[in-house]
């Protein structure tokens, strides 16, 4: 017969998660399979009427240590492993009264879980489960005669082929739950890995792993002939792999990137203390500002590049209200994306179809350890997360005058805004908005000129007489490696500047700012992005 198909005599079933669990066992009793099981999983199945064997009574040992001792044994392991073809395999089997298990059913202890609800150390040790990725392991590596089931979402495509196949399953499933199967194990030992690292403080591990859940399957990656996936990793951070979907079409590769940027941008600004709009086109900020409410800071964050804000995406700080949805409603946009939303603001969100509202849930905190990824030919780069705030930052300032109160907020802010935009960076900003954003040059000189230029631009758009960069402030994102680029903001109209410090040509930096009246701050802190 095709494909190889494998009738299931016996079941193994032993789950944490019991969703499901009922439904499946009777309709795998309903084909005359016997049911073995565990613990708590057994107990579930026999108080729903139906007929269990507890998987001690196929060992002819009892549960022991805690239940850490129950499936680690031959009857169990050779069941699974032996091979249905192999004569020598079969006659182990009888010579040892080992029976066959044609299916497996486990789904692994919930160690991450455990780790996201912040347990102790013990806790999260005893939800590190040992029997059941050995037995998956098992299973899956004798996917020629075991079908394995690793989650509840495989349940009916089991029961489809029993029903199609007279209590057979395929070995095209069979493969299909194999290739997952593993696939959980090593996402689940990357948990454990990593957590591990996290406690000891390692922060270069001899072997690191990463794994995720599919969340979504893209239509296509950055361009239509990529093919690309969504996945969630245990770093559960506020940002698009929690948010809520309330509306529009799904997201595309690049909608996912941007408003990942989006919102770690908004993140630095606390909501508590104000309100805050960024405005992201090709993950690169092109507006961001604080204001008295969401709407304010909106409109201020618009007017600094309205053109690249067309077709781009929004994050706010705060919970979206009605005045920020009407806003935000003159301007064809993407995405927005908010902790929150009113209920007001959903309805208004709602007449535009095509605008994806997400609802994150909370913001993500800026200043939280984690780390990013980023692959290379044959190798991954890690790093921790760039979790340094303002906030936290000394600002020292270095030229004869120093900065006044309202340029200081503004440099404050400036310098939020250069840690999210693309080096070379250089930001332009006023009355806590930004009014230039030059990002990813090759030359630091060609970001300031290409913000005043931009800033120019919106001026004109704006019908305003002058520039936004006159009475501003400037923020790099590193240090001026010459006083050139210091020399076009100047000319701009800057009146005062942050950037880290440390070149090797700081003195005439310095000595250049001085002779123009401005005043400089240091900070001692980087922020490349690339």
Known sequence: MADHPRRVARALL???????????ARALAGHGIELVSTGGTAKAIADAGLKVRDVSDLTGFPEMMDGRVK???????????????????????????????????VNLYPFEATVDK???????????????????????????????????????????????????????????????????????DA??????????????????????????????????????????????RFGVATARQLQGKELSYNNINDTDAAYEAIAEFDAKRTAACVIVKHANPCGVAEGKDLAEAYRKALACDSTSAYGGIIAFNRTLDADAANAVAGIFTEVIIAPDATEEAIAIIGKRKNLRLLLAGGLPDPRAAGLTTKTVAGGLLVQTRDNAVVDDMTFKTVTKRAPTGAELNDLRFAFRVAKHVKSNTIIYAKDLATVGIGAGQMSRVDSARIAARKAEDAAKELGLAAPMTKGSVVASDAFFPFADG?????????????QPGGSMRDNEVIEAADAHGIAMVFTGTRHFKH
């Open 14 to 24: 032993s789950v944490s998660d019991k969703s499901g669990l009922i439904e499946f």
């Open 71 to 105: 499936t680690l044994h031959p009857n169990v392991h050779g069941g699974l492993l032996a091979i249905r073809d192999n004569a020598d395999h079969a006659r182990s089997m009888k010579d040892h009264g080992i029976a066959p298990i044609d299916l497996l059913v």
């Open 486 to 498: 210091l020399l076009v903001a100047i000319e701009a109209g800057a009146t005062a500047v942050v």
């Open 118 to 188: 912040g347990a102790s150390e013990d806790d999260c040790i005893e939800n590190i489960d040992i029997g059941g990725p050995a037995m998956i392991r098992a299973a899956a590596k004798n996917h020629h005669d075991v079908a394995v089931v690793v989650e509840a979402s495989d349940y009916q495509a089991v029961l489809d082929e029993l029903n199609a196949n007279k209590g057979a399953t395929t070995l095209t499933l069979r493969k299909k739950l194999a290739q997952k199967a593993y696939a959980r194990t090593a996402a689940y």
């Open 191 to 236: 948990a454990i890995s990593n957590w591990f690292a996290g406690q000891l403080r390692i922060d270069a591990p001899d072997f690191r792993a990463f794994g995720g859940k599919l969340i979504q399957a893209l239509r296509y990656g950055e361009n239509p002939h990529q093919q690309a996936s969504f996945y969630k990793t245990p770093d559960r």
